[in-house]
Nanobody, 116 residues
Framework: QVQLVESGGGLVQAGGSLRLSCVSS????????MGWYRQAPGKERELVAI???????NYADSVKGRFTISRDNAKNTVYLQMNSLKPEDTAVYYC??????????WGQGTQVTVSS
């Protein structure tokens, strides 16, 4: 069983920055995909940014140029650097990991609130 622990959320003014971290209890080398999703009140959960097998990275159009996903393999950690935050970025942000054998894990979520 893999556990994902997110941190780094909080309250920030529009235009500010936050960095989210997600630490995986499993080996990052057994991962098929790992990244970030978010869910705003009354909306469906959506992809924000994700690493996929083969080195591919995908971003939601709404965050391209503002958010950057990165990882530290030695620490089994994935980060999400969020710059130029907007009120519409307000959501609970979830880390997700899909292993090479198809297991799918989610973190507990971390709240990001952007004030105008």
């Amino acid at each position: 069983q893999v556990q994902l622990v997110e941190s780094g959320g909080g309250l920030v003014q529009a235009g500010g920055s936050l960095r989210l971290s997600c630490v995986s209890s499993g080996s990052i080398f057994s991962i098929n995909a790992m990244g970030w999703y978010r869910q705003a009140p009354g909306k469906e959960r959506e992809l924000v940014a994700i690493f996929r097998s083969g080195g591919r990275t995908n971003y939601a159009d709404s965050v391209k140029g503002r958010f950057t996903i990165s990882r530290d393999n030695a620490k089994n950690t994935v980060y999400l650097q969020m710059n130029s935050l907007k009120p519409e970025d307000t959501a609970v942000y979830y880390c997700r990991q899909i292993t090479n054998w198809g297991s799918d894990y989610w973190g507990q979520g971390t709240q990001v609130t952007v004030s105008s």
